[in-house]
Each structure stands twice: as C-alpha cells, then as structure tokens.
C-alpha cells in the first residue's frame, strides 16, 4: 500500500512539472529577454539587462491607448458574454431535468471543431457576400451589402462574444449545480415569489461561478489576436497583434517581450483591484 | 510559395520553449560517410527548416530520386522572422530558407556557411544577376531558387482605368478596397518606390513620412493580408479591387477566371528571391550540398513553377514554359520586365527593427 507521502507526490509531481516546464520557465525566459538590447549574438549567451525595450515603449506612446482600447474591449466582451451565459447556465441546472447530459454536449459541440473555423464561419456571416448581407438584399432592405459589419472592432467583440459564451457558462452551472436545493425549499416555504427567490437566494450563491466566468473570459480576450486578425481589419488591430507581430514578423523578441511582460502586469493590476472590490472569500462561504 | 506566412495561431510560447530546447538538446549529429559512395546508396540524414508546404515531395523530387536512402526531415518557420529568430536561438537544421531583405544578419551573426558551388553540377544553370542576390561581402552564403514579383493586382471589372503606379494603394477613390501585404518592410519598399526614394538610405524623417502616410492609408485599407489565400479569397469575392499581390495571387485568380490584370507601375515592379543556406559548423555540410545541387534540378524547378506558380533559379526551367497563363504571369513575352524590376535589397538589422517598429505603430495609432 501506497502511503500518504507517496501519493501526494505521484500525484502532485506531472502537473508541477508541466508548469513548471511549460508555464514558469517559458515565463521567466520572456523576462529575461524583455531586459535585453537586441535579438543580436547568441540568445542563450550571457548579456547586460538593459531597459532600453522598456524606454522604447514609453518614448512610442501609442501602445499604451492601444492597451487601454484592448481591456475596454476584454471587459465588454466579458461582462456580455458572462450576461448571456447565466440563461444558458441557468437552463441546465433547473430547467432540462434528465435530459442534463443531452444539452450538456450540445453547449460544448462547437468546440470539436477548430476555432479558427468557428472564427472563419463569422466571416462568412458578416462578409459582404456573406449570409446577413444576401439577406437583407435579398428582402430588399437594403440595395447594397452593408460594407460595415465586418473588418472593424465591433466585428472583433461580437465574434468574441460568441466564441467565449458556452465557456462563461461551464463556471456558473458548476456553481448553480452546488446549490443546495433545499435552500430553495426553504425560500419557497418562508413565502419568497420565483423573483425573489432568485435574487436572493440563487443569485448570490452563483456569484463566485459568475466572477470566475467574467475573469476566464476577461483576461485572455485582453492578449488576444487570432480573432482581430481574421475579423478585425486594418483599423481593429488589439494589443496581442502588435506581440505576436514583434515575435512573428519582426524577429524582435526583446520588445515583444517586453510588451508581453506589461500586459501581464496591467492584467494582473486589473484582477487585483477588482479582488478588492469583491471579497471572493467572503461569497465562497 | 509562401503560404505559410498565415500565422501558426497560438504557438509563439511554445516555439520559445521549442527552439530552446532543440539548444539544449543538441541536434542528431551524424557524419557524411566518404564520397565514392554510390548515390543510391549514400545514407545520412539532413533537416531542413523550410515553410509549410516545402515538404512536399515534389519540391526535392530530384534529391530522392537520386539519394533514396538519406533520411530527410523537414521542420517549419511561419515567416522569414520566425525562421531568423530559430536559428540565432541554436536551431540545428543543416538548410534553412529565408527571403531577399532578411539576408544579411545570418552572415553578421555568422549562421551561415558559405557554399563551395564548384560542388554543384547545376549552378551554370543559374544566371548571374540571381546568383549575385546569394552572395554578401563577395562570398556566395546562399543559393537562389524561387523567385516572383511583387505588385499591385487589381480587378479589371473595378477598375477599368487601370493601374500605373503603387500609389493607387493609397487612393481614396478606392476607400475600403484595398489590401496591403501586413509587412512593415514591404510598406517602407512601397513608399520609397513612390518617392523615388533609396530603399536602402532611408532616413528618420523619411521613416517618419512613411509612417504618417500608411497610418492615413490605413482608413482606406480594408484589411492588411498575412497569408495569400487571404488575398485571393477577397479579390475573388469582390471584397478588395485592388492590392499589394505577390504573382501567386495573380496566376491563381486567373486560373479561376477572376478578371485580373497586374500592374506593370511606372516605378517597377518588386522581386523577391527565395535562398537556401547551410548553417555554419553543420555536420552535414557535404550532404547538404547535394540537398540544394538537386533542388537546382529541372523536375524540381518545373514542380515550383507548375504548382506554386513562382519562377526557378534554374533558367532551363523557365525557358522551357509554354503555358500561356504561366507567361503572361511571369510576363515571360516582355524582355525588358526583369530590367523594370526592383530586387528587394537586404536589411540591416538597424532597419529590420526600425522598420517593423514603424509598421507595429500604424497598426497601433489611434
């Protein structure tokens, strides 16, 4: 028989190691070469940290709007793609009865296939040729396509909306599921109308579900860029694209770096302030 | 073909991690066994970092024909920055394949071995003005292999007035028609075009011109293009009328029978040459050689030009073309073209970050 030491370990090492390897590492290495001068000599040669990336940022100015327009457009997407996953969430839990598991694989279907596909699929709903626009021509509601639905920030934010809602509403069904259902009982026996009995009792209970969907969608969309990049055009560019094309078609990895290491910071500054605003101990329990 | 400068979505941490490592790991050495060794039965084993697509067995055809023993392994770059950035972090592919413009820095860095073409059986095959764009500080690092124009391409039915120079790329006649190549280099090498600018003595404040002109060019533009299907997609549609094309883009909406034609712009078309190079201290230096011998060959100069519609190094190949698309692509009728064109010439690795940082800033401007 195993003993307990044994097994926490057995259990414990893999995912530390993954992140340890693929997380922590790859982490402190973009660290590291944020502080570096150039992509010249040897990567993994010793250098003379610098802040020169760092500098260079500031005197360019123009990242930081572009920061900013970045987290407006995250905490958009977060808070309506959070909003509309509570129905669906909400569905699942109390509304389906056996049929749980059914909807269940319905909600998640989207995600067998690619999400550059589901991605590509709004351009050719949004295009100019595309579904919406051969509609509205084809009742006579307008004579010509409506050239701004795609290739524009608003694009960006409808398609991320969609991509992010059956993700937002995995985290509130888990919390809904853990309600007690006698609590309801209770509510129902002291009186409380369907409203009431929502707002104060499910409501509340679901909320740390809320808050882990409003921060699982917030903090990835503030980095993101394969969507803006299919779907954005040339003026819906967010902070992500300006990385990955330091990384991809700059070959400079010291002011992607750099880049990356500010957002990280901001997105983390961001989490924290609104931890404070939101005593997630206090809900959990 | 260069496909494959569509992004590789999501996997910049890992290549990081990759690339190191592939450092630390150290490649799979082995030793080129001595030359009186048959052909077919040479062994070995060579890596090639090439694009997506590059793998294709067509694209080596003639090197496995002749050496069906050695064990080729291909690994990928998803741009020329990409394929830089894999080897000054200790990739240990024995050829790589980079672009003209992003020359320079593997001899600065010294990641590249220069080629012995006294070697190579097909090399008085390549004319003199492609085998110049392989050599820096008069030593020949790289061999040339594909080539195609760069221009701009538009819809004949859009615009029947035609095209005569780069700067319809920024004419508001054609607000949200156009599609410029996403590529800070490419912007600086249009704009110095239109001004008849030095590409290679560009200036700060010129650098400052240009940035202010394609961030108000960007309210024009539709969207910048990553990947040439991109392009194609949106020209075949309607979408985009007009746009800064390699002749990929051309050939393939011609073959579809989009009504196309591409510019001829009173400052010269752009050429871009795809090389190969050998990484300085591989082991299989020998082998290598053979690799890019056989790339030069005709079966496999015939694939690039039948498949991907991009010229060959190999002036055989060319002459040989008889398709009437592929001709008038290649405008093969036209015997001034090639003296109309502006080779791209190599960056700095000052310009490299100069121009790319101004690229990064119009995409980010308010």
């Known amino acids: 028989m195993l003993d307990r030491r044994t097994t926490y370990w057995a259990l414990y090492l893999p995912p530390l190691f993954w992140l340890g390897v693929f997380f922590l590492a790859p982490l402190a ?23 020169k990336q760092y500098a260079d940022l500031f005197e360019a100015g123009t990242y930081w709007r572009l920061l900013a327009i970045s987290v407006l457009m995250a905490l958009i997407v977060a808070v309506i793609a959070t ?35 589901r991605v590509m699929a709004w351009k050719i709903m949004l295009g100019s040729n595309g579904v919406i626009n051969s509609f509205l021509i084809y009742t006579g509601l307008t004579d010509e396509p409506l050239p701004a639905l795609l290739y524009n920030r608003t694009a960006v934010v409808i398609t991320l909306i969609y991509v992010w809602i059956p993700f937002a509403a995995l985290p509130i069904l888990a919390a809904l599921q853990r309600i007690d259902p006698a609590l309801f009982e209770a509510a129902a026996d002291l009186g409380a109308a369907p409203a009431r009995r929502f707002w104060r009792v499910t409501f509340p209970l679901s909320l740390p579900g809320v808050l882990a969907a409003f921060f699982l969608v917030f903090i990835p969309t503030v980095g993101e860029y394969v969507t803006p990049l299919l779907v954005g055009g040339s003026q819906g560019s967010m902070y992500g694209n300006i990385i990955q094309d330091f990384f991809s078609k700059a070959a400079n990895w010291p002011l992607g770096s750099a880049l990356s290491m500010i957002m990280l910071v901001v997105t983390m500054a961001l989490v924290l302030v609104a931890m404070r605003f939101v005593d997630l101990r206090r809900l959990i329990e | 073909m260069r496909y494959a400068r569509r992004t590789s979505a999501r996997s910049f941490c890992l290549i990081l991690v990759l690339a190191l490592l592939a450092t630390a790991c150290g490649g799979t050495v082995t030793t080129a066994p001595p030359t ?81 073409t006294s070697k190579l059986t097909n090399w008085d095959k390549v004319p003199e003005d492609f085998k110049k764009i392989g050599q820096i500080d008069a030593k020949q690092y790289f061999i040339p292999w594909d080539w195609g124009f760069s221009s701009v391409l538009y819809r004949t039915d859009q615009i029947p007035e035609g095209v005569d ?7 508001s006649k054609y607000e949200g028609h156009i599609s410029m190549w996403d ?58 009328w007009l746009g800064y094309a390699w002749q990929g883009s051309y ?22 040459v795809g090389v190969y190079g050998i990484r300085k201290d591989s082991p299989n230096y020998d082998l290598a050689l ?15 030009v039948n498949i991907y519609y991009y010229g060959h190094a190999n002036q055989d190949v060319m002459n040989g073309i008889t398709d009437e698309t592929l001709k008038q692509t290649f405008s093969i009728d036209d015997p001034d073209i090639l003296g109309k064109t502006n080779f791209t010439p190599n960056l700095t690795a000052e310009q490299r970050d100069a121009w790319t940082k101004m690229w990064a800033e119009v995409k980010a401007a308010p």
Do not use: C
Request: net charge negative; no cysteine.
């Open chain 1, 29 to 51: 290495l973009m660290a590291a070469f944020s502080l570096r001068a150039d992509m010249s000599a040897n990567l993994l040669q010793d250098w003379t940290p610098t802040l």
């Open chain 1, 83 to 117: 909003l509309l996953a509570y129905p669906v969430a909400y569905f699942l839990a109390f509304r389906v009865g056996v049929r749980a598991s059914f909807y269940l694989i319905l909600l998640l279907v989207p995600f067998w296939t690619s999400y550059l596909l």
């Open chain 2, 36 to 116: 009186e060794v048959r052909p077919e039965e040479l062994t070995g084993s060579l890596t090639v970092l090439d694009w997506a697509g590059y793998d294709a067995p067509e694209f080596w055809t003639d090197f496995q024909q002749m050496y069906p023993k050695v064990d080729v392994n291909f690994e990928f770059g998803a741009s020329d920055a990409d394929i830089y950035a894999k080897m000054a972090a200790g990739d240990q592919a024995d050829v790589f394949h980079p672009y003209t413009g992003w020359l320079q820095f593997y001899v600065d860095e010294g990641l590249v071995e220069e080629i012995d």
């Open chain 2, 165 to 171: 120079s780069w700067a319809a790329l920024m004419d």
């Open chain 2, 183 to 240: 590529d800070g280099p490419g912007a600086v090498t249009v704009s110095s075009y239109i001004h008849g600018w030095d590409e290679t003595q560009i200036t700060d404040e010129q650098l400052a011109q240009i940035k202010d002109e394609w961030i108000a060019q960007r309210d024009l533009n539709l969207f910048y293009w990553a990947g040439q299907p991109e392009l194609d997609e949106s020209m075949a549609s309607g979408d985009v």
């Open chain 2, 251 to 272: 050939a393939t909406l011609l073959g579809q029978g989009v009504p196309v034609a591409y510019a001829d712009p009173k400052e010269g078309r752009n050429s871009w």
């Open chain 2, 290 to 304: 053979k690799f890019l011998d056989a790339k030069l060959a005709e079966a496999t100069g015939n694939n690039v």
